[in-house]
């Protein structure tokens, strides 16, 4: 039976996946750029990571927009 930490083979990985994380959003966000020391690997990670927070943000500012266009033509 599959346990709850089972696909997380040590803590420096769980850490190390919400380092991304935290980093994911702080560059999306426009606080910090993408650094240029990080290994390869990881930098490709970070940046497909960032690139799906913005992908998601820009989906859902278009999706709200045309709700709020919709609600304001039926209220016309």
């Not at 278009?62 to 304001?72: K, M």
Request: proline share 7%; charged share 30%.
């Amino acid at each position: 039976m599959p346990r709850f930490n089972d696909h997380v083979s040590s803590p420096t990985e769980a850490e190390s996946s919400r380092n991304l994380e935290r980093w994911s959003r702080l560059i999306a966000d426009g606080h910090v750029p993408i650094p240029q020391d990080w290994p390869e690997a990881d930098l490709l990670n970070l940046v497909l990571r960032v690139s799906e927070l913005r992908r998601h943000r820009l989906l859902t500012f278009i999706a709200r927009t045309i709700a709020q266009d919709i609600v304001r033509c039926r209220e016309a």
